[in-house]
């Protein structure tokens, strides 16, 4: 079957089952905007056609835990994506991996384009043909995983929030 274990949905908390997660710009928010790593620690959940999209003012609050994403407009399709450097093809496909391991892990899967020395990432939700929460916080673990591969230094990651 290969490196990676059969996706399976996650159940999500409580809120999953009444459509929309308890966030910035939601009645229901007992919190602020999260930091990066605390984003990076919740889980993905299953999303279904009829789940909720982010809105407008979600999409800022959500877009300072990942400042270094930037929203892009494919075939009337926003979309995060970033850009990841390194010095070799080797490198890049070790990077690629690591995010498949982890699209496979929480059943969640983006676009990569690996190139020498370059891993584009770019997440949406296929479902919905919308960014939701999820693709945030996959973006936020991506970060994690750049962090762990030596891309990027802990000393970068602690200025933009992360432990």
């Not at 996706?7 to 809120?15: I, M, N, Q, V």
């Not at 959500?62 to 994403?69: A, G, N």
């Amino acid at each position: 079957m290969g490196p990676y274990r059969k996706s399976r949905l996650k159940k999500g908390p409580a809120w999953v089952a009444g459509g929309r997660a308890p966030g910035p710009g939601t009645e229901d928010a007992p919190r602020k905007a999260r930091a990066m790593s605390t984003l990076s620690a919740e889980p993905c959940v299953g999303c279904r056609r009829d789940s909720p999209r982010v809105t407008e003012a979600e999409i800022a609050e959500l877009r300072r835990e990942v400042p270094d994403w930037q929203l892009r407009e494919r075939d009337g399709i926003v979309q995060l994506e970033r850009a990841f450097h390194f010095p070799d093809f080797a490198a890049a496909l070790a990077f690629t991996n690591r995010v498949g391991a982890l699209a496979e892990e929480e059943g969640h899967h983006p676009a990569l384009l690996t190139e020498w020395g370059r891993v584009t990432v770019t997440w949406w939700t296929h479902k919905i043909h919308r960014l939701h929460r999820n693709d945030f916080i996959m973006a936020a673990k991506t970060d994690a995983r750049a962090v762990e591969s030596g891309r990027v230094t802990r000393d970068e990651a602690r200025e933009k929030g992360a432990p």
